[in-house]
């Protein structure tokens, strides 16, 4: 028997950790250890087989254990969770989704009856409403925003870096390398190289080349 543990985040949001460390400490209570991790960030809009999903339902066999930390990780919509469940019933894989204490296991014959399929449904429904709200929030909160005449992201035509002329100058006159800098700044390497090039910046006291 093999135990997977399948981590998804949609592109944009936070890394994989909070799922990892729920199915760890799951794990350990329940004295389970992790043989293969499946995980990936990508967009949630992308197809189950741009989410790795559909390799790992090839890869099971009967007798695995595939856990999740919770059920919206494996789709987008309600259908498309109920279907993979459905798959891993099927194949008589058992299956843990910790969040929302499911668990379909040998012991009840791999079927996922009225009440799973219930949960499942109710579940995915609530998570997705969650997702909507939280897009709402965010789209009202940068329509008050504009409305307030606040600049949103960077100036047309303009780099994320103006206005850091004198810092960059002062770094290059310690000698300091450009991936350092970019470090510092928090942004990456190229950005600060084209920034530099483009300012035709020059530690002070250097006349440009």
């Known amino acids: 028997m093999t135990t997977y543990a399948y981590v998804r985040v949609s592109s944009g949001g936070l890394d994989c950790d909070p799922q990892k460390l729920a199915i760890y400490d799951y794990c350990e209570r329940n004295k389970l250890s992790i ?3 499946k995980e990936i960030t990508i967009s949630s809009r992308k197809t189950i087989k741009q989410q790795l999903i559909e390799e790992l339902l090839n890869e099971v066999q009967k007798g695995d254990l595939l856990i999740v930390a919770e059920l919206s990780r494996l789709g987008r919509s309600v259908g498309q969770v109920i ?23 040998s012991e009840n014959g791999n079927k996922m009856d009225i009440a799973a399929k219930t949960m499942v449904m109710m579940f995915s429904l609530f998570a997705k409403i969650e997702r909507d709200l939280i897009s709402q929030r965010t789209k009202e909160g940068l329509a008050a925003a504009k409305k307030k005449g606040k600049q949103l992201g960077r100036p047309p035509g303009g780099s994320i870096l103006e206005g850091k002329e004198n810092f960059i100058r002062t770094e290059l006159g310690y000698k300091v390398s450009v991936s350092a800098i970019a470090r510092k700044l928090e942004v990456d390497r190229m950005t600060v190289k084209r920034f530099i090039k483009s300012k035709k910046l020059r530690p002070w006291g250097k006349r440009p080349e």
């Open 83 to 105: 279907s993979i469940v459905n798959e891993i019933v099927e194949k008589k894989v058992d299956f843990i989704a910790i969040k929302e204490n499911i668990k379909i296991t």
């Open 35 to 37: 043989d293969e991790w």
